[in-house]
């Protein structure tokens, strides 16, 4: 894999800087204070914060898996030292006793992690804590009335992508069911999506592709077509074409500014995995995923640590598409 050596370096550069990190800790009384990240997250410290720790940790296994040689001895170090019995079962405990903690971007990265490890050696250690997001997927669903449509973390359609991919891969079937379900009455009668709006300043997902991202993976190719004609009508052609264009970004150090390249890479991965159902415009999308990924690819392992601490995961995601 082109990009192997260099990814796997930064990913285990980033993990294993401490600070600056960003516990989002609710501290419930004056005993409850003690935010040292590798203390209260034995597995998920580094990487800046909870869900970007789980989701490079990801990024590790994923390209161990790929690109074996070339990511090297360091990625197996990283891992072993974080998805431990003992120090999974910390974090485990943590999302039960703070139920809403990282949902849903954070779980949903964490499910990836467990299925991503579920043939390896770090197997037996991550399964409970996908069993603990499995049942808080479950108690959330019928909970949540409304879909949240923005591009950022709490975006719902990114979520359950991931989500129903982690479950597919670990045989939850119940869990993979209600993703379905919620994912048609949520989205499933959406038509004429007004992406005009898209970016808005901090967005990393485009609202309107992670909703089809996700229903690509719900419906039948054939009612996906359809479905997708009708969500986005005119997308390759005389619609929504500054979605294959490379949004405006930062690499200042502005952690919030440096969303926008994450959004390039998203784009990216959804233009490429949607562009088959519409076969008139396959290439025009692809080619608008081409342009993006290339204008931020230097950012993924040579940028400010607010965007190395993330952007490998989402770049290949977008390799992989």
Same mark, same amino acid.
């Given at each position: 894999m082109k990009y192997a050596a260099a990814w796997s370096a930064i990913a285990c550069?980033?993990?294993?800087?401490? /600070?600056?990190?960003?516990?989002? %800790?609710?501290?419930?009384g004056p005993e409850d204070v003690d935010v040292t990240p590798q203390k209260l997250h034995p597995a998920f410290h580094g990487s800046y914060?909870?869900?970007?720790?789980? %989701?490079? !940790?990801?990024?590790?296994? @994923?390209?161990?898996?790929?690109?074996?040689?070339?990511?090297?001895?360091?990625?197996?170090?990283?891992?072993? !030292?974080?998805?431990?019995?003992?120090?999974?079962?910390?974090?485990?405990?943590?999302?039960?006793?703070?139920?809403?903690?990282?949902?849903? /971007?954070?779980?949903?990265?964490?499910?990836?992690?467990?299925?991503?490890?579920?043939?390896? !050696?770090?197997?037996?250690?991550t399964k409970p804590l996908g069993d603990v997001i499995a049942d808080l997927v479950l108690d959330w669903l019928p909970r949540q009335a409304y879909p949240v449509r923005h591009g950022?973390?709490?975006?719902?359609?990114?979520?359950?992508?991931?989500?129903?991919?982690? /479950?597919?891969?670990?045989?939850? =079937?119940?869990?993979?069911?209600?993703? !379905?379900?919620?994912?048609?009455?949520?989205? =499933?009668?959406?038509?004429? /999506?007004?992406? @005009?709006?898209?970016?808005?300043?901090?967005?990393?997902?485009?609202p309107a592709l992670s909703e089809a991202e996700l229903m690509r993976r719900v419906l039948p190719a054939n009612e996906f077509a359809e479905w997708l004609h009708a969500f986005l009508p005119g997308l390759g052609t005389d619609n929504h074409q500054h979605l294959l264009e490379v949004p405006v970004t930062d690499d200042s150090g502005d952690g919030q500014l440096? %969303?926008?390249? =994450?959004?390039?890479?998203s784009r990216a991965w959804q233009l490429r995995t949607i562009a088959p159902s519409l076969p008139d415009v396959t290439d025009v999308l692809k080619a608008g995923a081409d342009r993006q990924i290339d204008a931020v690819l230097p950012t993924v392992t040579d940028g400010d640590f607010m965007s190395t601490h993330w952007l490998v995961s989402f770049a290949l995601l977008a390799e992989q598409a």
């Amino acid at each position: 894999m082109k990009y192997a050596a260099a990814w796997s370096a930064i990913a285990c550069e980033v993990l294993e800087t401490p /600070y600056p990190y960003g516990a989002a %800790h609710a501290s419930r009384g004056p005993e409850d204070v003690d935010v040292t990240p590798q203390k209260l997250h034995p597995a998920f410290h580094g990487s800046y914060d909870w869900h970007s720790s789980a %989701h490079m !940790q990801w990024s590790l296994v @994923r390209l161990l898996t790929l690109a074996p040689d070339d990511a090297g001895t360091r990625p197996v170090d990283v891992l072993d !030292q974080r998805l431990t019995t003992t120090a999974i079962a910390t974090e485990a405990a943590y999302l039960k006793e703070r139920p809403s903690y990282e949902r849903p /971007y954070g779980w949903a990265w964490a499910a990836m992690l467990v299925a991503a490890t579920r043939n390896t !050696q770090w197997a037996e250690a991550t399964k409970p804590l996908g069993d603990v997001i499995a049942d808080l997927v479950l108690d959330w669903l019928p909970r949540q009335a409304y879909p949240v449509r923005h591009g950022a973390h709490l975006n719902s359609a990114f979520a359950l992508s991931l989500l129903l991919e982690a /479950y597919d891969d670990l045989g939850r =079937g119940e869990v993979v069911d209600a993703i !379905q379900a919620r994912a048609i009455d949520w989205f =499933g009668n959406d038509t004429a /999506y007004d992406t @005009r709006f898209e970016p808005s300043g901090t967005d990393f997902l485009s609202p309107a592709l992670s909703e089809a991202e996700l229903m690509r993976r719900v419906l039948p190719a054939n009612e996906f077509a359809e479905w997708l004609h009708a969500f986005l009508p005119g997308l390759g052609t005389d619609n929504h074409q500054h979605l294959l264009e490379v949004p405006v970004t930062d690499d200042s150090g502005d952690g919030q500014l440096a %969303h926008l390249s =994450g959004l390039a890479l998203s784009r990216a991965w959804q233009l490429r995995t949607i562009a088959p159902s519409l076969p008139d415009v396959t290439d025009v999308l692809k080619a608008g995923a081409d342009r993006q990924i290339d204008a931020v690819l230097p950012t993924v392992t040579d940028g400010d640590f607010m965007s190395t601490h993330w952007l490998v995961s989402f770049a290949l995601l977008a390799e992989q598409a």
